[in-house]
């Protein structure tokens, strides 16, 4: 306490003004802590025998400006009630009945308990710094750059995501795209029209058969995906070189869609005219590209780099600045691990921003849920938010039923009649039963937490929220999580920069253009800025070792109760050494290897018959062009059930897991070519993903010496090839490699 009243004057502060009618906090002894606050200010009115108590904030130990007066007699405080009498007045009662009000609360700092800072739950060493300076400073004419080439790489996005989407139009043609059920229709002409610019345009309708469905209850948002201000390629049967051409759509109402050709590109416009206007023309449509969050991110780019503590932030202008109030540590009522707390203790902290970094299975998910819930009892407004609907709703209901909530999670809080706690879910993109029966449709004023898409929350204000949590936040891009940055005083970014980057459809020169905001802020303001969850409680030690030492600098460690999972007496690891032909599809350019595809299926027999249910096995595959043959080979096993194997790539599955796992290479050539899988930062990264979906058995199939060479292209810095080498080789000492003879 020393020290405390050398700022605090009586002439300067004012009688403390509340209604304290409803107030129901935990009962402090008041009149110990007033005789107390009296014996160590002194600061008496003599001629009414009345004393003023300086009071604190109402959760930590720092004096405002404000006092009770308290008269020792009659063991009474007085302030004034503004809800008392007609206009409110001042009034006094007794220390007793005081006890449970913001008055009590507001006391209580006087109290000798507090005299002494309260222990904390972990080391002081593990607390966060009061500050973090950045590494680096951007000059002015880097800060103009960094933004520019911000907006330029959103730009880049676009216009990638268009020309991909005509690619694979053009590679596939109108009767393939039909027969995929990748192209909506047929729509016929209904009318010309003109669009807002003055020039023609056209209202067709999807033709409907009679049989299955009235047009009136036909709504093409909902069941194409169609939307207005989107762009989308309009082809026909008609055999026509003016098609296929791009079209705008200009509005959709029921089964009708307005649409507005891009006449610059049309070479005969009469000709394509007659065509659009005919009776007998069925159109259909591809989607080419939805403008509007590439537009929401330039948006959110620019209103961050007009704000100064935003863009002061990003670019390394100011430090990150943490205080930790040991009178109001966070209580959780979920319970966590010490690793878990920290994280917690950090996220609540801070004033600006923090990372945790979550490794697979170490419970980032359930961190952030113990932070939310603990925000929302301090009266926080707060955003939850992530890269895509599925995430968000992962991080809102987990594995809930609509019957049963699972425990712990956002959901089951605010289903408990005893938690004050309300969701509200913006975006119509769900597809979670338990998110939609319970939170679509809520107003998000009334909300405690408001969950969306990083893309949704870009109809929220600047600083609209008290704090943004971030999910998956290494899988989004920069410029959607600034759109996240902009509504939110602070920000929460959970995630694992060692798994897999967001995707990008551009290809800018720069790379570190793909990188999330999590990461760049680790490189912005190092490693300091993040908080590491240590404990996984995934999968079994032995499928755990390798990626730890690998990715995680043997910082993790295991929790006892998955130590020793395994499927029935099966090794929870195994290699499998198989020399099979990679061959190229013949359309497209991936590519399978179907002696591999082969080896999967017996390991896909092998641990049915060892009792796992085929929906408890994951196939990862490096390459899309081998999910089709392992399908086929799977498909064709004597089990129940084959279709419940899910097989998929690498970058499908990251984020998810099954009791086993079976990874197929796909890569096998003298040459040691292993293409993507070698590339020095991706490679390693896919290779994590890989390797930590297994709970129980992990079986990786491959050619493991095409897998461990450089390629002759490459240099050993421009390679990852030593990883597969080293795990083979630890594989191999272990006694946990087959060839595919054994």
């Known amino acids: 306490m020393e020290g405390l009243l050398d700022n605090w004057r009586y002439q300067t502060a ?25 014996e160590l200010t002194g600061i008496e009115i003599p001629s009414v025998d009345r004393y003023v108590i300086p009071l604190f904030k109402i959760d930590e130990p720092i004096l405002v400006d404000q006092y009770v007066f308290y008269t020792p007699s009659s063991g009474q405080l007085r302030w004034y009630d503004p809800g008392f009498g007609i206009s409110g007045s001042k009034r ?36 966060p710094p009061e500050q973090i300076q950045p590494s680096d400073r951007l000059s002015d004419d880097e800060q103009a750059a960094f933004f520019r080439d911000l907006k330029g790489f959103v730009r880049s996005e676009r216009e990638s995501e268009r020309d991909s989407n005509w690619e694979t139009y053009s590679e596939m043609g109108l009767d393939v795209a039909i027969n995929r059920n990748r192209i909506s229709g047929p729509f016929i002409s209904i009318r010309g029209t003109t669009g807002e610019s003055g020039d023609q345009a056209y209202v067709f309708q999807i033709a409907v058969d009679e049989d299955e469905e009235d047009e009136d209850e036909i709504d093409l948002r909902d069941d194409e995906g169609l939307f207005g201000g989107n762009f989308c390629i309009a082809d026909t049967d008609a055999n026509n070189e003016q098609f296929p051409l791009e079209v705008e759509i200009l509005s959709v109402d029921g089964p009708n869609i307005t649409i507005q050709p891009d006449w ?13 206007s005919s ?58 691990n010490d690793y878990q707390y920290q994280a917690l203790l950090w996220a609540d902290s801070t004033s ?45 209901v987990g594995d809930s039923t609509p019957g049963t909530p699972e425990e712990d999670t956002l959901h089951a809080m605010a289903q408990d009649s005893e938690t004050d706690l309300s969701i509200a879910r913006v975006g119509n993109n769900t597809r979670e039963s338990v998110v939609e029966a319970n939170y679509v449709d809520r107003s998000p004023k009334a909300a405690d937490v408001v969950a969306a898409t990083t893309s949704g929350a870009s109809q929220f204000n600047q600083n609209e929220f008290d704090v943004a949590v971030v999910d998956e936040a290494t899988q989004a891009s920069r410029p959607a999580s600034a759109i996240v940055l902009n509504c939110a005083r602070k920000l929460i970014l959970a995630g694992d920069h060692k798994q897999l980057s967001p995707y990008s459809a551009a290809e800018p020169e720069d790379d570190d253009h793909h990188i999330s905001l999590f990461e760049y802020l680790l490189e912005r303001y190092d490693d300091d800025i993040s908080v590491l969850l240590r404990t996984q409680y995934r999968m079994n030690e032995e499928i755990a070792t390798f990626p730890n030492d690998a990715f995680y600098n043997g910082e993790l460690k295991t929790a006892d109760q998955c130590r020793n999972w395994t499927v029935d007496d099966l090794k929870p690891i195994m290699g499998i050494d198989i020399a099979g032909d990679e061959q190229r599809q013949t359309h497209g350019n991936s590519l399978y290897n179907y002696e591999e595809a082969q080896a999967v299926a017996k390991q896909v027999k092998l641990l049915v018959q060892n009792d796992l249910d085929p929906s408890d096995i994951g196939v990862i595959t490096a390459y899309s062009g081998q999910v089709g043959k392992v399908i086929n080979q799977v498909n064709q096993l004597d089990i129940d059930n084959p279709r419940r194997v899910d097989v998929d790539t690498v970058d499908s599955f990251q984020g998810g897991e099954r009791e086993a796992i079976i990874v197929s290479f796909v890569r096998s050539n003298d040459d040691g070519h292993s293409g993507f899988l070698e590339f020095p930062e991706e490679g390693p990264r896919r290779l994590n993903v890989a390797l930590t979906r297994a709970r129980k058995r992990l079986v990786l199939i491959g050619n493991w010496d095409t897998l461990g060479t450089v390629a002759p292209h490459r240099s050993p810095d421009e390679s990852c090839a030593y990883l597969y080498a080293s795990l083979a080789d630890r594989l191999q000492s272990q006694e946990r490699m087959l060839s595919i003879g054994e």
């Open 264 to 276: 610059s590109t049309v070479e005969n416009r009469p000709v394509a005219e007659k065509i659009l």
């Open 352 to 396: 600006d921003v923090v990372c945790i970094h979550g490794p697979p299975g170490t419970g980032k998910t359930r961190t952030l849920t113990a932070y939310v819930q603990h925000a929302v009892a301090k009266g926080e407004s707060v955003l939850v938010t992530a890269h895509s609907n599925q995430a968000v709703d992962n991080l809102l």
């Open 279 to 336: 009776d007998e023309t069925e159109l259909w449509f591809h989607e080419l590209l939805n403008p509007i969050p590439f537009e929401r991110r330039l948006t959110a780019i620019n209103e961050v780099k007009r704000n100064e503590s935003k863009r002061e932030l990003l670019t390394g202008q100011r430090s990150v600045e943490f205080n930790v109030n040991r009178y109001a540590i966070p209580d959780p009522e979920i319970e966590l």
């Open 14 to 38: 004012d009688l403390f003004r509340a209604d304290i009618s409803e107030d129901d906090y935990e009962p402090v002894d008041i009149e110990v802590a007033v005789e107390r606050a009296k």
């Open 92 to 127: 006094s009662a007794s220390c007793e009945t005081l006890g449970t009000t913001e008055i009590g609360q507001r006391l209580r700092f006087w109290l000798p308990s507090y005299l002494e800072e309260p222990e904390l739950p972990i080391d002081d060493s593990e607390l």
